[in-house]
């Protein structure tokens, strides 16, 4: 299962951080994160997809703290 979320961040160099800590979630099968358009796209198995998506959520505020995410 695919999901997108929009998160915000200041500077090409928080994107890699945020997107390096995503991919490094239990879980995610993949991770990318496209700066121009601030969308984070993850992909993980449908049966833990929701338990997955909140440690994700965690680790995007761990790895840049002012980001700003838009559920």
């Not at 090409?12 to 969308?39: H, I, T």
Request: hydrophobic share 45%; net charge neutral.
């Amino acid at each position: 299962m695919k999901k997108k979320i929009k998160i915000e961040v200041d500077c090409p160099n928080c994107a890699a951080k945020l997107e390096a800590a995503v991919q490094k979630v239990d879980g995610v099968n993949a991770a990318s994160y496209a700066f121009m358009s601030q969308k984070l796209l993850i992909e993980a198995d449908d049966d833990r997809m929701d338990a997955v998506f909140a440690e994700v959520l965690k680790a995007c505020k761990k790895a840049v703290p002012d980001c700003i995410i838009h559920q």
